[in-house]
């Protein structure tokens, strides 16, 4: 049997669109984004969630058993399908086995095709001693919504029933704007409508936010697992229309095709790691974006640009880098680029200062990448990519929104009250709980290796990146401490210093391209974050002996938007660290960084993650993984460690030893 800590897992099927699938090992859903069919309207944005999921019962000569589970209020587990789950497998795709009362066992397996919103689910029954079970059937009743993702569902009077029936095909449309959900599969569907109520999500109720929703379920779908397998194939729109010409092809004949196209598919990618980066890489209209994270981020700029060096940089996925730059590059206004697209209407965002200067070390790493892999950039894009990286460094040395401007002492200066514009962005109503106005220090690390890639084209940034330059190492520097401070003219008070060990500090050494500090200090500044923020997960985002300090990720949303950046550790943190713990121990220690500081992380990608990595972790021991379950830049960067920082070093498998090599 399963553990039980195992059920609550999560999995994830992305399709390419900013649509996805996702759930749970024991098949509860959990959150309210937990669906068989999400779909992308405008990819990658405008989700709604159209088949939240489906119920399923086996027949046999011995009785009817449940290989499905439901949460209810008040908290109810019903039915029991779930107490029959003895095994669980995530690749190529998700795969479950249910073993019923009678010895038959009955394997489950989903995925998502690549490309189209398409779920494919496949069921085969197997007799205790091999073969087909003989007078076995599966009955599956699908529950539909139609709704925001972020929203939830509840029975009203609008919602159609309404069924469209042709051979193997089986149409609805739930609410008359959106698409039609398409059905095909090789068993008879009986139209049988009705409410499924009260709902409960167990991951809401965590977290403080409404957890109720009803569902409706159209009818039933009846198969003969005994004459072979059961397929349901659920799309919308045209995704699943008949490409060519003449009689439609049997549901079993296109699923077989869809898994067989996903299979190859799967089977190019490198690394398990790898084919999780994929599913962060999006279509945004002619171009191409980063989905920040699952189930419920969109693209967002500074995620977008540190994602993509480890997601398309270090795997040499240059075409998708050049079409995400060139995408955002249109997206400049005033010197900046927005932190997120809304998910509709709304305008863009630009509400960060350090998404921009995120694109300029990006496009800077991208020119390198090209230029090492002999890959010519057409003159036109070229154009593109540098224009911005000219409006930018332009609008921030002349001043934009927020306060943003180039200070006398060649620094950036940034803020304006309630607003937090750095990567710690966490509010609490209209209360940014770290706004860090002034001169943050990775805001300043940033700003100097834009300075420095604008340089190579125009000298005119070479003195103020000289000036900027001699101003960190003379006023970032805490000899009390022995590290950085973490701001300096907090809130645009010259001289105030907000002294707070960080992990900000260390893109002051690793994770750019330029080193600010001297060799002692640079050494000082590794040593004192491995020692008080290094977990093996991530870099916690504040020291245990500061105040304010947080161990935990928990509680409803005031409780957790104040412990997001006081002390919870962030995987991606890792990726600058190991550079910056390189740099200063010499590139002959690649190999023990790598047994020390990678693998935990490849472990946790492997047997939690399901090939991905989270958004953020309890700062103390076991470390629980919290916040976004898929997480673009956890996953960029342990990319970026494995093939480009940690380089030339054999990969050890997960939890496994170095060869020392």
């Given at each position: 049997?399963?553990?039980?800590?195992?059920?609550?897992?999560?999995?994830?099927?992305?399709?390419?669109?900013?649509?996805?699938?996702?759930?749970?090992?024991?098949?509860?859903?959990?959150?309210?984004?937990?669906?068989?069919?999400?779909?992308?309207?405008?990819?990658?944005?405008?989700?709604?969630?159209?088949?939240?999921?489906?119920?399923?019962?086996?027949?046999?000569?011995?009785?009817r058993f449940a290989i499905s589970s439901q949460r209810y209020l008040p908290d109810v587990i019903s039915p029991d399908g779930a107490s029959r789950l003895v095994d669980?497998?995530?690749?190529?795709?998700?795969r479950w086995r249910y073993r019923l009362e009678d010895g038959i066992v009955i394997e489950q397996e989903l995925f998502v095709t690549r490309g189209a919103p398409r779920?494919?689910?496949?069921?085969?029954?197997?007799?205790?001693?091999?073969?087909?079970?003989?007078?076995?059937?599966?009955e599956v009743r699908p529950l539909l919504c139609g709704r925001d993702y972020h929203a939830l569902h509840h029975e009203n009077a609008e919602l159609s029933f309404g069924?469209?029936?042709?051979?193997?095909?089986?149409?609805?449309?739930?609410?008359?704007?959106?698409?039609?959900?398409?059905?095909?599969?090789?068993?008879?569907?009986?139209?049988?409508?009705?409410?499924?109520?009260?709902?409960?999500?167990?991951?809401?109720?965590?977290?403080?936010?409404?957890?109720?929703?009803?569902?409706?379920?159209?009818?039933?779908?009846?198969?003969?697992?005994?004459?072979?397998?059961?397929?349901?194939?659920?799309?919308?729109?045209?995704?699943?229309?008949?490409?060519?010409?003449?009689?439609?092809?049997?549901?079993?004949?296109?699923?077989?095709?869809?898994?067989?196209?996903?299979?190859?598919?799967?089977?190019?990618?490198?690394?398990?790691?790898?084919?999780?980066?994929?599913?962060?890489?999006?279509?945004?209209?002619?171009?191409?974006?980063?989905?920040?994270?699952?189930?419920?981020?969109?693209?967002?700029?500074?995620?977008?640009?540190?994602?993509?060096?480890?997601?398309?940089?270090?795997?040499?996925?240059?075409?998708?880098?050049?079409?995400?730059?060139?995408?955002?590059?249109?997206?400049?206004?005033?010197?900046?680029?927005?932190?997120?697209?809304?998910?509709?209407?709304?305008?863009?965002?630009?509400?960060?200062?350090?998404?921009?200067?995120?694109?300029?070390?990006?496009?800077?790493?991208?020119?390198?990448?090209?230029?090492?892999?002999?890959?010519?950039?057409?003159?036109?894009?070229?154009?593109?990519?540098?224009?911005?990286?000219?409006?930018?460094?332009?609008?921030?040395?002349?001043?934009?929104?927020?306060?943003?401007?180039?200070?006398?002492?060649?620094?950036?200066?940034?803020?304006?009250?309630?607003?937090?514009?750095?990567?710690?962005?966490?509010?609490?109503?209209?209360?940014?709980?770290?706004?860090?106005?002034?001169?943050?220090?990775?805001?300043?690390?940033?700003?100097?290796?834009?300075?420095?890639?604008?340089?190579?084209?125009?000298?005119?940034?070479?003195?103020?990146?000289?000036?900027?330059?001699?101003?960190?190492?003379?006023?970032?520097?805490?000899?009390?401490?022995?590290?950085?401070?973490?701001?300096?003219?907090?809130?645009?008070?010259?001289?105030?210093?907000?002294?707070?060990?960080?992990?900000?500090?260390?893109?002051?050494?690793?994770?750019?391209?330029?080193?600010?500090?001297?060799?002692?200090?640079?050494?000082?500044?590794?040593?004192?974050?491995?020692?008080?923020?290094?977990?093996?997960?991530?870099?916690?985002?504040?020291?245990?002996?500061?105040?304010?300090?947080?161990?935990?990720?928990?509680?409803?949303?005031?409780?957790?938007?104040?412990?997001?950046?006081?002390?919870?550790?962030?995987?991606?943190?890792?990726?600058?660290?190991?550079?910056?713990?390189?740099?200063?121990?010499?590139?002959?220690?690649?190999?023990?960084?790598?047994?020390?500081?990678?693998?935990?992380?490849?472990?946790?990608?492997?047997?939690?993650?399901?090939?991905?990595?989270?958004?953020?972790?309890?700062?103390?021991?076991?470390?629980?993984?919290?916040?976004?379950?898929?997480?673009?830049?956890?996953?960029?960067?342990?990319?970026?460690?494995?093939?480009?920082?940690?380089?030339?070093?054999?990969?050890?498998?997960?939890?496994?030893?170095?060869?020392?090599?």
């Amino acid at each position: 049997m399963i553990e039980p800590a195992a059920m609550v897992r999560e999995w994830l099927e992305a399709d390419g669109l900013g649509g996805f699938a996702s759930g749970t090992v024991s098949g509860v859903r959990t959150r309210r984004y937990h669906a068989l069919l999400t779909v992308a309207l405008t990819p990658p944005t405008e989700r709604m969630v159209m088949v939240s999921g489906f119920d399923a019962h086996a027949v046999t000569p011995a009785g009817r058993f449940a290989i499905s589970s439901q949460r209810y209020l008040p908290d109810v587990i019903s039915p029991d399908g779930a107490s029959r789950l003895v095994d669980f497998a995530w690749e190529p795709w998700p795969r479950w086995r249910y073993r019923l009362e009678d010895g038959i066992v009955i394997e489950q397996e989903l995925f998502v095709t690549r490309g189209a919103p398409r779920a494919v689910v496949r069921w085969r029954g197997v007799a205790p001693g091999g073969g087909p079970a003989a007078g076995l059937r599966l009955e599956v009743r699908p529950l539909l919504c139609g709704r925001d993702y972020h929203a939830l569902h509840h029975e009203n009077a609008e919602l159609s029933f309404g069924a469209a029936i042709s051979g193997e095909r089986v149409t609805w449309r739930t609410y008359a704007p959106l698409p039609a959900i398409a059905s095909r599969s090789n068993g008879r569907y009986r139209h049988e409508p009705c409410w499924y109520r009260a709902f409960t999500y167990a991951e809401e109720v965590a977290r403080g936010l409404d957890h109720v929703e009803d569902l409706a379920a159209p009818g039933v779908f009846e198969f003969d697992l005994a004459a072979g397998d059961a397929v349901w194939i659920v799309s919308t729109g045209d995704a699943d229309a008949d490409a060519e010409s003449g009689p439609a092809r049997p549901a079993l004949e296109r699923a077989c095709a869809y898994a067989a196209a996903e299979r190859a598919r799967r089977a190019r990618f490198a690394t398990p790691l790898h084919r999780a980066g994929d599913a962060y890489l999006v279509r945004r209209g002619a171009g191409h974006t980063i989905i920040a994270g699952y189930p419920w981020f969109t693209d967002w700029g500074r995620d977008t640009f540190i994602a993509m060096r480890g997601l398309c940089l270090a795997t040499g996925r240059l075409d998708e880098a050049l079409g995400i730059l060139r995408e955002w590059a249109g997206a400049v206004s005033e010197g900046m680029l927005p932190n997120r697209f809304v998910d509709r209407g709304a305008a863009p965002e630009y509400n960060a200062v350090d998404a921009s200067l995120w694109y300029v070390i990006a496009v800077g790493e991208f020119f390198d990448a090209a230029a090492r892999a002999g890959r010519a950039i057409d003159e036109r894009a070229r154009r593109a990519l540098e224009g911005a990286v000219d409006a930018i460094l332009d609008g921030h040395a002349a001043g934009t929104r927020y306060g943003i401007h180039l200070d006398r002492d060649g620094l950036l200066a940034a803020g304006a009250p309630g607003v937090a514009l750095t990567w710690m962005d966490a509010r609490v109503g209209d209360r940014a709980i770290t706004p860090r106005a002034g001169k943050p220090v990775e805001i300043e690390a940033l700003w100097l290796n834009a300075l420095a890639i604008g340089a190579r084209r125009d000298p005119r940034w070479r003195a103020i990146l000289e000036r900027g330059a001699a101003s960190f190492q003379a006023r970032f520097w805490d000899p009390d401490r022995g590290h950085l401070s973490d701001v300096i003219d907090v809130d645009g008070e010259p001289g105030r210093i907000d002294p707070r060990l960080r992990p900000n500090q260390i893109l002051a050494v690793g994770g750019l391209p330029a080193v600010l500090l001297d060799e002692a200090r640079a050494r000082r500044v590794v040593d004192v974050v491995e020692a008080r923020l290094w977990t093996p997960l991530g870099l916690r985002t504040l020291a245990p002996d500061e105040p304010g300090y947080a161990a935990r990720y928990e509680g409803g949303v005031p409780a957790r938007d104040g412990a997001y950046h006081q002390g919870p550790a962030w995987p991606w943190l890792l990726g600058p660290f190991v550079e910056a713990w390189l740099r200063v121990h010499g590139r002959h220690a690649r190999a023990q960084a790598r047994a020390r500081f990678l693998a935990p992380l490849l472990a946790y990608a492997a047997e939690l993650g399901h090939g991905h990595v989270c958004e953020l972790t309890d700062a103390e021991p076991p470390h629980a993984p919290r916040g976004c379950p898929f997480q673009a830049w956890s996953v960029g960067e342990a990319l970026r460690l494995a093939l480009d920082v940690l380089a030339d070093v054999p990969a050890p498998a997960p939890g496994g030893e170095s060869d020392g090599s």
